[in-house]
């Protein structure tokens, strides 16, 4: 049947999230195991990451149609449906015949024969609520409402209503489940904004310059594959989100200074204070994990970033191992780990694998990190803290507790970038801090 290798590839993909898997690992496992064109592969990622991210909104149609509550369902069944059900009530594309009958045909090859006329049936009760405009029955709380339509857990809609009210919060949902363009930072040391979008343009692959990002160009998603587009392998060109573009040229970084990027991996935004220094500077970039710490290395040789040097190790623990790093640098980033609750767009599944614990436990280590940096930072140097979140505990409560503890600091800048606010990409928070001289 047309498209069921592709749709049992999305079902595995789903299952491995399912099993606590991370969306873009599990997807890249299917994608090395077996040879997909271009065309199924772009099927494959709608597929499974938009069942992924409307797994809440997904589950309640399996309640509202079903004789067994979703969280009860075999989670073959369970995510199977998720399939079945996407397709038929979120895509336009996907003839709803043509899904529900690949749905089944999955259904009867692999492992749940038995269940088939289950499956066929709530495909076919959706399909028929869908036509005449059915619509999941309506409650009369906000944040349930706002978690069922848009597929946020409820803690979540709580806080996005309670930060921004409820209509914008409705808007940053809404983006949250916009499938995101793909965001190109140039190479100023290789090229230029003009060269590569005409590199682009004669390709076919169309683009766009991005409106307060000098070296950004976005792509519309879908088109292939970023590695394979002309001018990556010659290192003209990286992937970056818009709003991480912003980061960088916040920390205004000098030729010839020292400078540190604490948490530096993958590497996107150490290359680009190197190509904003013209590679003319001292730039450390630190990583804890010496994996990750590889695609640093591997980012800077492609793009000719030779002034970066890579450490592998804890930044809690740079003064201890290197105390003449006291006042040492001139400018210091720490673009802190997060919830990434900024980012849910890009990622299908961040949004159920957080909870207000983890981030807890996440506002200790970031404090711990500006604490345990802050004395590496010269006398009148800068020092730029960043998050992909939203959250305020994370965010701006994060610098003001510093603040309020190091009188030696004040805020220059802060700026929280809203998904679904202009044009702006993934969320993210900059703070601007300037250490004052004797």
């Given amino acids: ?87 038929v009530l979120k895509m336009k594309r996907i003839p709803p015949a043509a899904a529900i ?15 088939a006329p289950v499956v066929n049936g709530i495909l076919r009760s959706a399909l028929r609520s869908k036509e005449r405009g059915l619509l999941l029955p309506k409650s009369n709380n906000p944040s349930l409402e706002l978690a069922k339509n848009e597929s946020l857990p409820l803690w979540l809609a ?44 004669s390709c076919g692959i169309h683009n766009q310059a991005i409106p307060n990002c000098p070296y950004g160009l ?68 630190v990583d804890r994990s010496s994996r990750r710490s590889k695609k640093i290395l591997a980012n800077s040789e492609r793009l000719g970033t030779k002034c970066l040097q890579i450490l592998v190790a804890d930044s809690n623990e740079l003064l201890l191992k290197n105390p003449d790093w006291k006042g040492f640098f001139d400018r210091i980033l720490i673009d802190a780990p997060c919830s990434g ?28 990190l500006l604490n345990s940096l802050a004395p590496l930072l010269k006398n009148g140097g800068k020092l730029v803290y ?17 603040l309020q503890s190091k009188s030696e600091f004040l805020l220059e800048y802060e700026k929280q970038i809203w998904p679904g606010e202009g044009d702006n990409g993934d969320g993210f928070y900059i703070s601007v801090l300037n250490k004052l001289k004797n």
Avoid at 7 to 35: H, T
Avoid at 341 to 367: E, K
């Fill in 1 to 87: 049947m047309k498209g069921l290798d592709a749709r049992k590839a999305a079902w595995d993909v789903i299952q491995a999230v399912g099993g606590g898997a991370f969306a873009d690992v599990a997807l890249e496992r299917i994608f090395n195991l077996y040879s997909f064109k271009s065309i199924d592969k772009g099927l494959i990622t709608e597929l499974s990451y938009g069942a992924i991210r409307q797994r809440y909104y997904l589950d309640c149609w399996i309640d509202y149609l079903g004789k067994v509550p979703a969280k009860k369902q075999p989670p073959l069944l369970r995510w199977l449906l998720h399939l079945g059900l996407y397709q």
């Fill in 101 to 115: 009958n690949t749905t089944v045909e999955l259904a009867k090859t692999y492992h749940l024969k038995k269940l």
């Fill in 158 to 201: 709580d806080e996005l209503i309670k930060w921004k009210g409820l209509e914008d919060a409705k808007k940053i949902a809404k983006a949250f489940n916009c499938i995101s363009p793909i965001d190109i930072r140039v190479n100023r040391l290789r090229a230029d904004l003009k060269e590569v979008k005409e590199i682009f343009d």
């Fill in 341 to 368: 609750l900024g980012t849910l767009a890009r990622h299908p599944d961040a949004r159920w694998r957080m909870n207000q614990d983890n981030i807890q436990q996440l506002v200790a280590v970031q404090s711990q």
């Fill in 218 to 285: 976005e792509v519309r998603a879908g088109v292939g594959e970023p590695r394979k587009w002309p001018g990556y392998e010659e290192g003209k060109w990286s992937v970056q989100d818009r709003s991480s573009q912003l980061i960088a040229p916040s920390l205004g970084p000098l030729p010839g200074e020292k400078i540190l990027d604490a948490c530096a991996a993958p590497g996107g935004k150490s290359t680009h204070i190197a190509e904003l220094i013209n590679n003319e500077g001292n730039l450390w970039s």
């Fill in 386 to 402: 960043s998050t992909c979140t939203i959250h305020p505990e994370e965010n701006s409560h994060q610098i003001k507790n510093f």
